[in-house]
DNA sequence: ATGTCC
């Protein structure tokens, strides 16, 4: 291990972390290690500063856990990416709309309004999106982010402003994003997707922080809210396998050794390295415009349903923000400033997202300020799997 | 997570 690995579980969670271990003592055929053992490996990655550590959801997925951070040394020219650490659904996030209703205005109204969200956002997997988008379109699409959104009417100016990185990715280059990834993306902008992706109306069921609400318009209990979970469906994913196998080829001409084949990597300064950054912008963008583009249908459904515009019914963003990204950031290391390329998969980051200030360790934990401890109270469900009646009572865990 | 294998 070049850095240790730093595990943030309580009681429950460390119990379930040794399960995991155990079980897989006695049965090696899982696709994935366990999860500590997955953080232990990533911490013998070349370039790795301080800790790689793992958050409160941590569990086994490709190559790093899923809830494992990891920050590179940009400095260090040894220093690796990894698509691992991102996952295959590049910069699948979460985005929370509010509006100015309140649980009385829809009780009634409920299934008509679960109905209309259905109807208007494809849900499940292969779905395909009612968004116009040709080619040529595509590739302004994927270098522009929501800007491509404001452009072409899906998204309000202010919607950027409460979205990470303004929903824009700087390294964006649709030209380093195969054919292959194109060819399953154009026909999925504003679509859900399968799994745990959803499109849910919530309820406040508490606030914690009156002062913190307000500025982001929640007024009170009962207050309704959207929550929108879904990422870069096929594209993003074809960018991370196209990543993987040129990574594999690439690990022998720089001749990097790693203690597991899912951990492939290069180079953050190689060709490759570069690439696959600039193709994983173009996927986070792409993610940005699909969660705006369900935005839009969603504002849709609301019209209707309450004959008010969006407008009227004050949908705006208050927050979006990514779980599967890796970002070039400035932190302080061991008292110096440092650029860091880090590596972020799953986990629930606190918002603001990111402040350099805040020690790498502390600035990931915690949940959205608004919603405390679970993520839906009182809320219809719509995602891939589910019926579109289906009532999820408590905690809607990613 | 994913045209759940090109």
Redesign the pocket.
């Known amino acids: 291990m070049n850095v240790e690995g730093h595990v943030y579980v309580n009681d429950n969670l460390r119990t379930l972390i040794y399960e995991e271990i155990n079980a897989y003592k006695t049965n090696k055929s899982s696709t994935f290690l366990p999860a500590v053992v997955q953080i232990a490996n990533v911490s013998t990655l070349p370039g790795i500063v301080k800790a790689s550590i793992a958050l409160p959801d941590v569990h086994a997925g490709?190559g790093f856990a899923i809830g494992n951070v990891a920050a590179f040394d940009m400095s260090n020219e040894k220093a690796v990416v990894s698509p691992g650490g991102v996952?295959?659904?590049i910069n699948?996030g979460v985005r929370l709309l509010r509006t100015n209703l309140f649980y009385d205005d829809i009780k009634n109204k409920q299934e008509e309004l679960a109905q209309l969200m259905f109807n208007h956002i494809p849900v499940g997997?292969?779905s395909q999106g009612v968004i116009i988008c040709n080619q040529e379109y595509l590739d302004d699409a994927l270098c522009s982010g929501m800007d491509w959104c404001v452009k072409e009417g899906y998204s309000w100016v202010e919607d950027k402003a409460n979205c990470e990185d303004n929903g824009r990715s700087l390294y964006a280059d649709s030209n380093c994003v195969s054919i292959?990834a194109k060819?399953?993306g154009i026909t999925?902008m504003g679509t859900l997707?399968?799994?745990?992706?959803y499109a849910e109306i919530q309820i406040v069921d508490e606030i914690y922080d009156k002062k913190s609400a307000k500025l982001m318009g929640i007024e009170k209990k009962n207050q309704v809210c959207v929550m929108i979970h879904?990422?870069s469906?096929?594209l993003?994913?074809?960018i991370a396998?196209d990543a993987l196998i040129d990574m594999e080829k690439s690990m022998k001409k720089y001749k990097i050794n790693v203690i597991d084949k899912q951990l492939a990597c290069t180079p953050i300064h190689s060709k490759e390295g570069q690439n696959y950054l600039k193709a994983m912008g173009a996927a986070c963008n792409f993610a940005w415009i699909n969660r705006s583009s369900m935005t839009f249908l969603a504002r849709q459904a609301f019209s209707k349903c309450f004959n008010q515009s969006p407008d009227d019914l004050d949908m705006h963003v208050i927050y979006d923000v990514s779980h599967n990204i890796a970002k070039i950031e400035d932190h302080i290391v061991n008292g110096k400033l440092k650029k860091l390329l880090v590596h972020r998969k799953g986990s629930t980051r606190a918002f603001p997202p990111f402040h350099p200030l805040i020690p790498l360790d502390y600035q990931y934990c915690g949940q959205p300020i608004l919603i405390g401890g679970t993520m839906g109270t009182y809320s219809y469900v719509l995602t891939?799997t589910e019926k579109a009646m289906d009532v999820s009572i408590g905690s809607t865990c990613?």
Not at 193 to 197: D, E, L, V
């Open positions: 490709y996952g295959f659904d699948c997997v292969g292959r060819k399953r999925q997707g399968a799994g745990n992706h879904s990422g469906r096929g993003g994913h074809q396998t891939g990613h």
